[in-house]
């Protein structure tokens, strides 16, 4: 036990970290270990791996990831600013080398090689780095006229997604223009500028359908099954009815043996047919509490820095684990989205470790002096 009176560094982090969202999330690393125990082995396998090399990898990263975290958590508001700032200029540029530099898969760019490190994708940690710097933009318009915060703010969306729509990377360009509408509304900016962005968007997708012959595949795969290749989501539609409320027990699922990603894009799928759909449940409720508790914190912060801050964070954390359980359950077109902190990923794990931590950081209790 840590006394309230208890004058050191851990002390004082103790009593004024949320334990609601500390909690929630450490729930759900500890889950991810357990569910890629299932979606891991038979795709490694398949590869001709060690049976447990995805689950010995995952454990690897969620130990690194573990540190990130909690050091994290420890900064100050002001550091959060700095840290994100250097990150997201770290990251933008790695983002641009992979134009050049990145390994290709599937027809896009998003991996850069690492030597005996293995791979990184750059655009995993230039999203938290945006949110925060957006956030600090758009708090900094409302607090101090004499500073063009909105105008940083809008430039720092194209500045951002041009280059992962190079890659291409539609999924992370929707995930951060979603977010960063969320901001732009949270700020209190104008109901006719919210429907212009909309009308952007949707603008957006459709000069993309019309010219990436990727994204017309898979829009069209959605709406019409007859139009191309659905096995994987049919197979993960399969694992949701074999599975029923309570599943068929661990190890017992046959699907993740054919399903190619069941280890990442589909491993919730995978939950379903092994847990059953009340483990589903489940799970979107550790989410929910994370993101829920978050925006009730976020609603109360004075500054409006953290309040911008905290309510990105948390509607980029939430919203990504939305698409990617939507995408498993066919409510709209495959997104190469991982389920934070459950799938299976290196760069995918610490770039969450640090989204969280910062969000761990910006919601303790502190004096409000602390919090520039």
Known sequence: MISRAEPSLSGRWWWSIDRVILTTLVALMVSGVVLLMAGGPPVA???????????????????????????TSFLTPRQVRRGALLLFVVSLAMVVATLYLGVEVKGARRWLSMGPLGSVQPSEFL????????AWAFAEGTRRPDLPGTLIAFCLLPLTIVPLVLQPDFGQTLLISMVWCGLFFVAGLHWFWVMGLGGVGAFGILIAYQLVPHVRARIERFMDKGSGDTFQIDTALESFAQGGWFGKGPGEGTVKRILPD???????????????IVVCILLVALFATI?????FVAQKAEDPFIRLAVTGLALLFGVQAAINMMVNLHMMPAKGMTLPFISYGGSSLISLALGTGFLLALTRKRPRSENY
């Open 127 to 134: 999203k938290p780095a945006f949110v925060v710097l957006a």
């Open 45 to 71: 396998e398949r590869l001709g791996l060690s049976t447990f090399h995805f689950v010995n990898r995952q454990a690897v990263y969620l130990l690194f990831a573990m540190v990130v975290f909690i050091t």
């Open 262 to 276: 069941a280890h990442t894009d589909f491993i919730f799928a995978v939950t379903a047919e092994e847990f059953g």
């Open 291 to 295: 993101v829920l508790r978050a925006l």
